[in-house]
Every structure is written in C-alpha cells, then in structure tokens.
C-alpha cells in the first residue's frame, strides 16, 4: 500500500478542500493517506484582521500539523499551496526550510512528488507556483508525477504542471476541479505503486 503525505498551506479554505479531495481520491486508489496542514506562521493580529481567515484557521485547530515524521514516512507527496505573487506561501516555505535534516540523510529523495495551487485569478501564477514547487522536488532528489495532458480533463484545466484553481468566482471547487484533483490523486498513487513493484 503506497503512503502518500498530502502537505499543505490553506489560507481561506480552498487549499484546504483540495487537499481533502485529493485525501478522499487516493484512498480510494488503495493508499494510506496523511493528510496534514502547516503550520499558519503569520502573526496573530495580522490572521485576526481578516474575517475569512481567522475563521479558515479556528476551523482547522484540530487538524494534525506537518512535521518533518510526515514526510520520512511518505512514498509519495502532494505538496500544496496558495500562489503569493507567483510563488508559494512563506508558511509552506518555512516547513520546506526545516527538511534540511532528512535532505542530508537522503530521506527525501526517491519519493513521488507532485503539487497543486489555487490563486484569486485565471492568470494569478498558478504555473510559477507548480514549477517553484517542482524545483524543490528536483533538490530533493525526489521522481516529479506532474499530471501531463494524461487524462482528457486535462484539456478542460489547461495545466499539465499539477492543479490549479481559480478561487475568485467564490463557488468552491468545480466538477473539473474535482475530476483534475482525482486524476492527480490517482496517478500518483498509481506511479508510486509501480516504482515500489
């Protein structure tokens, strides 16, 4: 059974419903699923200052946290984000930035490593975001499953770097969304499957 860790930075809630679809998605491919946010590491009078999220944040109190355990138990990982001017969030970044250890061990290379995003527009950096992400993966040492044009939601998505979302419409996710977040889901778990065969 592929261990698949899903590490993620939701501000408002969108990143936060990928990641749960994607958890639902993978453990129905047959894999056992982590499904962990990072810490929020934005100063408390900054998170309170906006309604949504302060909310997004007490709503997820009680969900487990990343931790580096996380990720040396993992055969695969979807690593999410928000898009910050085009790159990830400083929240994810700073839980990259405390792997140094497992990276000196070799404990991150070797693993499936795909990702995801969501931004306020079509345009916002989604791409950037996905490719900043699969950098880190590189240094990792780590075998990137970008999603490619594999399956024909692709096609209705556009993004063969991972997925993205587009949070402005204020809808929550889309049925294509959900069909991009399946298929990512599923072929990750799938590939992992393979290489551990």
Known sequence: MTKLAIIYYSGFGTGHAMATRLEQAAQAAGAEVRRRRVRETAPQEVVQS????????????????????????????????????????SQLQSFIDTLGPLWQEGKLADKVYAAFTSSQTKHGGQETTLEALNTTFAHFGGIIVPPGYTDAVKFNDGNPYGVGVVTG?????????????????????????????
């Open 50 to 89: 906006v309604d949504a999220w302060a909310a997004h944040l007490a709503s997820v109190a009680d969900e487990p946290e990343a931790t580096t355990d996380d990720m040396d138990w993992a055969d695969a990982v979807i690593m999410g984000s928000g898009t910050r001017y085009g790159h990830i969030t």
């Open 169 to 197: 419409g204020g809808g929550g996710l889309s049925d294509d969304d959900n069909a991009a977040l399946d298929h990512l889901a599923t072929r990750v778990v799938t590939i992992a499957g393979r290489l551990a065969g």
